[in-house]
């Protein structure tokens, strides 16, 4: 494969189910990014990861938990979410401070 | 202030016209500068990148760079209904931060 990757690509859990997303890049880069875009609305950049250590955390709440276990992966693990965080979960990856490239994202609908 | 402003539109052009979307930003020791096209439930996709003062064209898209004015432009020329989109403009600012704009809506009419 090429590119980044995002599985599941559709997801819909309940408020008390955990899940996990999973981004995959294979592009050589050395910085990871998670953002959220609800319905019709901006980008929101949640974490960012460089060489694997996180670098930002824009105030998202504890009920998302990112995981770096390598330059290569990325993780968002889900507990107890809310419908508002139902939104579109995007992952990107670069070289640091160079342009983004984006995965396809995951659907996540949660009820 | 934010960081990099963008007219949320919605935009409308008729085909065959020139669509021309407009970005400013903040931090004046700015240095890249990219454009994105995001289809509706679609991510974002690289469109252009510019560095230098001036214009730079890939096929119907040109990308105008202004840092005196702190202002950054993507023309479209001969617009196509399959342009219709969200255009983001992003910028990577003197701390290395990678900002978005809100984006612009542009639909092109048939």
């Known amino acids: 494969e090429t590119g980044v990757t995002q599985t599941p690509r559709h997801l819909v859990m309940g408020m008390t189910n955990k899940k996990s997303l999973k981004c995959e890049q294979h592009?050589?880069?050395?910085?990871m990014y998670w953002y959220k875009q609800s319905a019709k609305k901006p980008l929101e950049l949640m974490f960012v990861?460089?060489?694997?250590?996180?670098?930002e955390n824009n105030s998202v709440p504890s009920r998302f938990s990112p995981e770096c276990p390598n330059s290569s992966h990325l993780f968002l693990h889900l507990h107890t979410l809310q419908p508002e965080d139902s939104a579109l979960y995007l992952c990107?990856?670069?070289?640091?401070?160079?342009?983004?490239?984006f995965g396809p994202g995951t659907r996540l609908t949660v009820l | 202030q934010k960081e990099v402003e963008q007219n949320s539109g919605p935009l409308s052009v008729p085909e065959g016209a020139i669509a021309s979307l407009n970005c400013t930003y903040s931090?004046?020791?700015?240095?890249?500068f990219f454009w994105y096209r995001q289809y509706s439930g679609k991510s974002p996709e690289l469109i252009m990148s510019?560095?230098?003062?001036g214009d730079k064209e890939d096929g119907r898209f040109t990308a105008q760079l202004n840092k005196a004015s702190q202002y950054v432009s993507l023309l479209i020329r001969d617009s196509q209904p399959s342009d219709s989109a969200t255009y983001l403009c992003?910028?990577?600012?003197?701390?290395?931060?990678?900002?978005f704009g809100t984006g612009t809506s542009l639909t092109v009419i048939p």
């Open positions: 990107a990856s670069s070289q640091v401070h160079n342009e983004q490239f």
């Open positions: 592009l050589g880069h050395n910085a």
């Open positions: 990861y460089n060489f694997k250590e996180q670098t």
């Open positions: 931090d004046r020791g700015s240095q890249s």
């Open positions: 510019i560095y230098s003062n």
């Open positions: 992003a910028v990577t600012s003197t701390g290395n931060q990678f900002y």
